[in-house]
């Protein structure tokens, strides 16, 4: 498993449960280390105990190179690049680390989310490094090593319960390499393989999470126009939602991660001329923290000395994943404007990301002591101990709910 993080550990963890030998590779070592300790580094339910046994029994180990093995899964972040350019970057160099051990007969699988054609590219990168072995772009079902994209669809929160539940789509360079990760798939999980190319895999993908965001969009807009027409758009969207074939999602403060955020674009990078409303909602999305920004300063006129609660960090509830994040747009906005004193609450993290903790007016506190201190308090993440806060303690303070917790 090439990249142990908030994919990639899950499924070693559940492959490891299953009895197969699993040897995860990541280039931090502190990671490394924490997993052969048994511990985890990041927040999912049930993940620690899972990887405790898993390494006890001694199924499942860390390093920070690649060794020979039988099958490899890359499971490595596909961040974008300026302009939205897709970077492939860590794919790339995943590929690179597994090319001097591949032998006859091995399988490689794509899950990290990539643009329509990277599995082709994978192909093409390994045949210029491994020229003894034939790969499926050359010799397609007859290649040395068989090679196939199947990208993740959980959510956090969920990972370990949906990695076994879900459908998986495999596409494969030819129908013979999608049959081969199939039967790896199907070792741990009791949804239905679905056997496609790995062009329409990887579009498949891609497609899921800008469906996603254009309902989001769409909703993030209507809260807009529900602000300018005094109407409150937490109740009508429960009411337009009892329509028997309307689902709007719920508005936000913008929207993050590391799929819905990032993955529109590698379908806009690769033809833009078709994706204007795609690139529409992106802009929308984007936007939406710059709105909960010039609200709270709005906000902060009645103050001769603000303070601002800001209640989240991550991008969604319950989680410690931070990419993305609109909160962290909006916390760094209020911090380079030089708004007031921001108190931050994350219940997930222990000390701020880089990008905020060399800039002043900003500090992680206790909830208790962010809301005793504040007269701004500001909704980011509906994180479940934020939901349980006593409305009593927000009386008399500036409340800007950017969630619908606290309607």
């Not at 197969?20 to 927040?43: C, E, M, S």
């Not at 899950?111 to 599995?119: A, N, Y």
Request: aromatic residues 4%; contains cysteine.
């Amino acid at each position: 498993m090439l990249g142990l993080g908030y994919v990639g550990l899950p499924t070693a963890a559940v492959l490891a449960s299953r009895g197969i030998p699993v040897a995860g590779v990541d280039i931090n070592v502190q990671t490394v280390d924490l997993i052969n300790q048994g511990k985890i580094h990041i927040v999912e339910p049930d993940l620690d105990i899972m990887v405790r046994s898993a390494v006890v029994a001694g199924k499942l180990r860390a390093a920070v190179a690649v060794e020979p093995a039988d099958a490899f899964i890359i499971a490595v972040p596909t961040p974008f690049a300026n302009e939205h350019k897709p970077d492939l970057g860590q794919v790339r160099a995943a590929v690179e680390g597994l090319a001097p051990v591949l032998k006859k007969g091995d399988l490689i699988i794509i899950e990290s989310t990539s643009p329509v054609g990277t599995t082709e590219s994978v192909s093409e990168w390994l045949a210029g490094q491994r020229a003894d072995l034939a790969f499926p772009h050359q010799a397609g079902g007859e290649a040395d090593v068989q090679i196939a994209h199947s990208p993740e669809r959980v959510l956090p929160g969920r990972v370990l319960l949906e990695l076994v539940r879900n459908d998986r789509v495999v596409g494969g360079l030819s129908a013979r390499c999608a049959e081969r990760a199939a039967e790896l798939y199907r070792l741990f999980i009791d949804g239905e393989c679905l056997l496609t190319s790995a062009r329409t895999a990887e579009l498949v993908k891609l497609a899921e999470n800008a469906y996603r965001d254009v309902n989001i969009a769409f909703a993030n807009e209507l809260s807009l126009v529900c602000g300018r027409l005094n109407v409150d758009v937490w109740e009508a969207l429960e009411l337009a939602n009892r329509h028997p074939r309307v689902d709007i999602l719920k508005p936000g403060p913008g929207v993050g991660g590391h799929c819905i955020a990032v993955d529109p674009w590698f379908i806009a990078d690769s033809a833009p001329a078709e994706t204007t409303l795609i690139q529409a909602a992106r802009q929308v999305n984007d936007a939406k923290p710059d709105h909960v920004v010039e609200a709270i300063k709005k906000a902060a006129e009645a103050f001769s000395v603000p303070r601002i609660a800001c209640l989240g960090l991550a991008y969604k509830a319950d989680i410690d994943d931070l990419r993305e994040s609109p909160a962290v747009k909006i916390v760094k906005s209020l911090a380079l404007d030089r708004i007031g004193e921001v108190l931050i609450v994350e219940p997930h993290i222990r000390a701020l990301p880089e990008e905020l903790k060399n800039l002043s007016g900003l500090k992680l506190v206790e909830m208790d002591a962010a809301l005793d201190r504040s007269g701004i308090v500001v909704l980011l993440v509906d994180h479940q101990p934020f939901k349980a806060i006593d409305r009593a303690r927000l009386q008399g303070k500036v409340v800007i709910d950017t969630r619908g917790v606290w309607r």
